[in-house]
């Protein structure tokens, strides 16, 4: 089982270096961008 274990968390998990990820928990604190509020609320085209 081990190696499916290994393979799904190649497939699911994502590792940041320290730089990235202290600049990623930076983004999580500012506002969202409007033209980001935008997109979220607009409807997909294929639906």
Do not use: C, N
């Amino acid at each position: 089982m081990e190696p499916a274990y290994h393979g799904i968390e190649e497939e699911t998990v994502t590792r940041l270096p320290s730089k990235a990820f202290d600049e990623f928990l930076k983004a999580l604190d500012r506002p969202v961008p409007q033209t980001a509020r935008d997109l979220i609320g607009m409807e997909p085209d294929w639906l």
